[in-house]
């Protein structure tokens, strides 16, 4: 992967005349990959009365320009100011935001999230949070020295399947939980998109099991309301890579170091720009191949190419401080794309599944019907009491990006009176902390070869028990 380009700039100025004088609360944004549209689109299509961007950050001036012009031009929104990177903190002063969200690299979550914690202002980050143990220390300090919040934007929480997983385990139909399973299947266009990007070096996102596996640890830690106490963990590269793609007999998909450019024909692994069910093929091309020569980063590398630094296919044990077991397993080269989990108490058995479509970043599903997008598939809960007979439960099909996560979310960040969540899943700091530790653990035992005791990286409020004694973001009482 091609290093990224450090380039300092000045910011342009904004035409800020048909700034709304009914926003209440001002986001900036570091940060303006492919990403960072689940942030922005809401405010300046949902929220124009409740919240304003008043600035985009970015690494590449190029990026940050597109994002201006695509909210100009979709959502008729004002200008705003674009800074480069190197003047983030120019850019705090500058703008004077109350939110800072962060959708940047995972290795620089912390730098933007310490900084602007320190200017006086709120974080809402992507996850994962950050990517290892110093880092994460160093967050939790700010926090604590500065008294702000950081929110960690886990969507996969609001999702109508997960939550009423979350809401059926909380009845206490199968008693105490003494044993989780949960098989993540990753399909070979979105599983192998991982091994195109930055992702593909550990050092940049702490691999798939900090970076994707956030997500699944954290559903976890949330639907048992308990808190994760060690670790043991196994993985390897088996699939993606050079010397995977040569021994199997597939020398031929190695021959081009990236996709664009070349012929790429009868390669099942070839990327298109475009192809990624965003709202048209200049998206991308805005995004990534028009910055390339600006940062230095090639978005569609070979999946197939040496240097790739993290695994597809891993296990992971885990203890939790309730005494309840986590067999875990992610696989990035399937067929097929969801999970399975199932829940084993002293009154029986939950068995839950989601089937999922080939990309989980498209918000609208203009490009696959319904049935195939996203989270939208097919969903199974049931229930398997002892000594009665097990029966199903119906889960609402939700619409939009996560299955119908993404826009409850949207709310709880963006709306001046959002809802109360009678659920809890709002997450701040220490269990954003509490789910990736779980894949700082695992990186660190597939190293070393022995268990990893969390507290030994992060002593994470060792008196507390459950998740839910950690903290989360409160809503707002509605507005009467």
């Known amino acids: 992967m091609n290093t990224l380009i450090q380039q300092p700039r000045s910011p342009e100025p904004a035409t800020t005349s048909d700034r709304s004088a009914k926003a209440t609360r001002r986001f900036a944004y570091v940060g303006t990959g492919g990403r960072v549209k689940m942030f922005l689109d809401p405010v300046a299509e949902s929220y124009r009365e409740e919240a304003e961007i008043v600035a985009l950050c970015d690494l590449s001036l190029t990026r940050a320009r597109f994002h201006n012009r695509r909210l100009q031009e979709r959502f008729g929104y004002h200008p705003v100011p674009v800074y480069h990177s190197s003047d983030f903190g120019k850019m705090l002063q500058e703008t004077t935001p109350d939110e800072v969200v962060v959708c940047t690299i995972d290795r620089e979550h912390d730098r933007y999230i310490i900084e602007a ?59 105490r939980i003494r044993q989780v399973t949960m098989e993540y299947f990753l399909n070979t266009s979105h599983g192998a998109d991982y091994f195109r990007r930055w ?41 993606y890579g050079y010397d995977n793609a040569v021994a199997r007999g597939d020398a031929a998909l190695t021959r081009y170091p990236r996709y664009f450019g070349h012929d790429t024909k009868g390669d099942p692994f ?79 058995r939950i068995e839950y599944e989601e089937d999922h479509g080939a990309h989980i970043l498209d918000a609208e599903g203009r490009r696959v019907p319904v049935n195939e997008h996203s989270h939208g598939g097919p969903h199974r809960l049931r229930v398997f009491p002892h000594f009665r007979p097990s029966y199903s439960i119906p889960v609402s099909a939700g619409t939009g990006g996560h299955g119908g996560g993404d826009c409850l979310l949207q709310e709880q960040i963006f709306a001046a009176h959002p809802p109360i969540d009678p659920f809890g899943r709002s997450a701040g700091h220490l269990q954003g902390t509490a789910s990736i530790l779980v894949g700082i653990a695992a990186n660190r035992s597939m190293e070393h070869g022995g268990e990893v005791i969390i507290r030994d990286l992060v002593d994470l409020t060792p008196c507390a028990l459950r998740l839910s004694e950690l903290d989360t973001v409160q809503s707002e009482t509605p507005a009467s």
């Not at 940049?204 to 956030?214: A, I, N, R, Y």
């Not at 639907?223 to 390897?236: H, L």
């Not at 891993?314 to 794309?337: C, D, I, K, W």
């Open 270 to 348: 070839a990327y298109t720009y475009g192809d990624s069910m965003v709202e048209d093929s200049t998206y991308e091309e805005g995004l990534y191949l028009q910055a390339e020569a600006e940062t230095g980063y090639v978005r569609d590398q070979n999946v197939f190419r040496k240097g790739i630094s993290i695994e597809d296919v891993m296990n992971v044990m885990v203890r939790y401080r309730s005494g309840a077991l986590l067999n875990y397993t992610l696989n990035a080269f399937s067929p097929q794309e969801g999970y399975r989990v199932t829940f084993s108490g002293d009154g029986g």
């Open 117 to 175: 914690l320190e200017a006086g202002c709120d974080v809402v980050t992507e996850k994962p949070m950050t990517i290892d143990a110093e880092r994460c220390r160093r967050i939790l300090d700010a926090v604590e020295r500065t008294g702000r919040t950081v929110r960690v934007a886990f969507n996969y929480r609001w999702a109508p399947g997960a939550t009423k997983v979350k809401e059926i385990l909380a009845s206490g139909v199968i008693g």
């Open 199 to 239: 992702h593909a070096n550990k050092s940049d996102s702490g691999g798939l099991l900090v970076h994707k596996s956030t997500h699944h640890f954290d559903l976890i830690n949330w639907w048992i309301d308990s808190i994760p106490e060690s670790v043991f963990a196994r993985g390897g590269l088996c699939f």
